[in-house]
């Protein structure tokens, strides 16, 4: 069971990236699926997250408006489309697939299968 991230990198602010998420061994239409980050010397915060059931979705107060997470089911893979990219946006981010999820509007805790991260660094 793997999740591979990809679409990271260098952003001048205001700037756009899509970051996606591939899945091998599972598919992803039977799981909950988010977006963290981790900036350097913080810890990983939750960036986005979507539930399989009803689609509830959650986006952090710092993303909101600017982020917008999907998912294409025939692909198996997950998207995290990043507009207007701020400085702040700098990190490691990571997706999960998870089974057992609290995801609402203004919480999202997840845990289960992570990729490894791939860099996102938002600088003039």
């Known amino acids: 069971l793997q999740l591979v991230e990809s679409g990271g990198g260098l952003v001048q602010p205001g700037g756009s990236l899509r970051l996606s998420c591939a899945a091998s061994?599972?598919?992803?239409?039977?799981?909950?699926i988010g977006w963290f980050r981790q900036a350097p010397e913080k810890e990983r915060e939750g960036v986005s997250c979507?539930?399989?059931?009803?689609?509830?979705?959650y986006y952090s107060d710092s993303v909101k408006g600017r982020f917008t997470i999907s998912r294409d089911n025939a692909q198996n893979v997950v998207y995290l489309q990043m507009d207007n990219v701020e400085p702040g946006d700098t990190g490691i981010y990571y997706c999960v697939a998870s089974s057992a999820s609290i995801i609402a509007r203004n919480v999202c805790i997840m845990d289960g299968i992570w990729g490894q991260g791939t860099q996102v660094t938002v600088s003039p």
């Open positions: 979507l539930a399989k059931q009803d689609f509830t979705t």
């Open positions: 061994g599972f598919t992803l239409d039977g799981y909950n």
